[in-house]
């Protein structure tokens, strides 16, 4: 595996997309590597590319238009957010399946912990039962993938009140420190990730 792992702690989202942007044209002009950024951000509130705005129903924390697809989400500390600027077409993956490995990924990480989710079709992302505890937005552009998924782990559930999250009417948010019962090491969950990465990508 020869991919860059860049932990930037708790980051500013512009900024944290600066270096997205940054990362990825060094890829496209073949002088980067495959990188997979790991962070937290402060409390925001980001819309995708086609978002309906009204479904920020309290507006509490920072907006920002993006163009990533999906809906309204939210981030904040507590919550895992994973952006792989990788290239597709030399790996030989399509968008869907790119897609599959990252729910395949985030299911790995949350079994690790005991925690057994899953998939629901026409709904990307990650569930246990019928609470969403992963989420996914990207971006694909020249065959190179931008902005990514983020996993609740010791999230404050209570900024998902004011949004109807990824769109979806009544959806019920949760975090893995909600299911276990106990807040949890983010590092921890970072290493699952990155192992798990390493595994599912395998990029040479």
């Known amino acids: 595996m020869d991919i860059a792992v860049k932990d930037l702690g708790i980051c500013n989202y512009n900024i944290a997309l600066s270096k997205q942007e940054f990362t990825r044209e060094k890829l496209i002009k073949k002088t980067g590597k495959d990188t997979l950024i790991l962070l937290e951000h402060n409390h925001i509130y980001t819309l995708g590319k086609n978002a309906n705005r009204d479904n ?23 919550q895992l957010v994973g952006y792989p600027i990788i290239n597709l077409k030399r790996i030989g993956l399509g968008v869907k399946s790119y897609v599959d490995h990252i729910e395949s990924l985030l299911i790995a990480v949350l079994h690790d912990h005991n925690i057994d989710a899953h998939t629901k079709k026409g ?3 990650v569930w246990i039962d019928d609470k969403k505890i992963g989420s996914i937005g990207i971006r694909v552009s020249h065959g190179v993938t931008t902005h990514g998924f983020s996993l609740n782990v010791n999230t404050d559930m209570n900024y998902f009140s004011n949004i109807i999250s990824c769109g979806i009417d009544d959806v019920s948010m949760t975090s ?18 990155i192992w798990h990465f390493n595994r599912l990508f395998n990029i040479q």
Request: net charge negative.
């Open 56 to 78: 920020i129903l309290n507006n509490d924390c920072e907006i920002i238009q993006t163009d990533r697809g999906g809906d309204v989400t939210y981030h904040g500390p507590g």
């Open 123 to 125: 709904k990307p992302g």
């Open 176 to 193: 893995m420190e909600k299911e276990l019962g106990t807040e949890l090491f983010i590092d921890d969950i970072k290493q699952s990730i």
